[in-house]
């Protein structure tokens, strides 16, 4: 089994990883320095899209997070994908090496988070893995992310479900950057994806409890949001049998 470590005075980062090869991806935990140039107390998003993505999926997210928190959100001007992270071998983009050049810019420090929001692959090393497709690299309660939504969008066409899903992803990310770990209550936004994004077409909303620990963070989450998808069938997406499996495949 694979489980979580407190380290006191290091946030843990959550990585949803992705497998190429098996087009399935798996949840993480890992350590890693603190980002700094942040103002926990605001609640102003900066979204930075970093080489190019489509208006649909920046749209997408800003709704999400809209629709959920209380928050000001603020583009930022894109930036090129940096070459310093680019991993030939696998033609994608080492997380903790864009995070790097991302904290190396001169960005406003007076936001909550740092969205930087990219359509291109990325990866970390996991294990014996030296190179795992990634969807999210998130500092728990840290102030800076990175979200990929190369593997998110993958098997879709339907812009609609696109924009779901990356929405639904984009809110899951943003709550680990208040702090937030993964919830054991099906269809609550903070599920374990454990190992695919199908698993972010059985989930809606925010449960209670996890409203409950952002508000004791401080963090204004609206208390009915009009959530913009629609209400999963009982049997959408994975079922538990399914992510079992593959998590198996993973141990
Ligand atoms: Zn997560
Ligand atoms: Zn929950």
Not at 42 to 61: D, F, H, K, M, Q
């Amino acid at each position: 089994m694979r489980s979580r470590v407190d380290v006191p005075r290091r946030p843990r980062y959550d990585r949803l990883v992705l497998r190429r090869a098996a087009a399935l991806a798996i949840a993480i935990a890992a350590l890693a320095p603190a980002t700094a140039a942040a103002d926990p107390r605001s609640n102003r998003i900066y979204l930075l899209p970093v080489g190019p993505v489509p208006a649909l999926e920046l749209g997408a997210v800003e709704g999400a997070l809209a629709a959920f928190y209380a928050v000001e959100l603020k583009r930022l001007p894109a930036i090129a994908l940096p070459r310093s992270a680019y991993y030939r071998p696998r033609k994608r983009y080492r997380a903790d090496k864009l995070l790097d050049h991302v904290e190396s810019l001169e960005l406003p420090s007076d936001g909550r988070t740092i969205l930087a929001i990219t359509a291109a692959p990325i990866s970390i090393t996991k294990g014996k893995a030296y190179d795992w497709g990634i969807i999210g690299y998130v500092a728990i309660g840290g102030e800076i992310c990175a979200y990929s939504t190369y593997y998110v969008k993958q098997g879709l066409r339907d812009p609609a479900r696109i924009r779901e899903r990356i929405g639904k992803i984009a809110v899951h990310e943003f709550t680990h950057n208040l702090g937030l770990v993964h919830c054991k209550e099906r269809g609550c936004l903070m599920e374990d994806a454990q190992g695919t994004p199908l698993t972010f077409d059985r989930v809606y909303d925010l449960c209670a409890a996890c409203r409950a620990k952002i508000a004791k963070v401080g963090f204004r989450v609206r208390p009915a949001p009009t959530i913009p998808w629609p209400r999963p069938a009982k049997d959408a997406g994975p079922s538990d049998a399914y992510l079992k499996r593959i998590r198996r495949l993973w141990e």
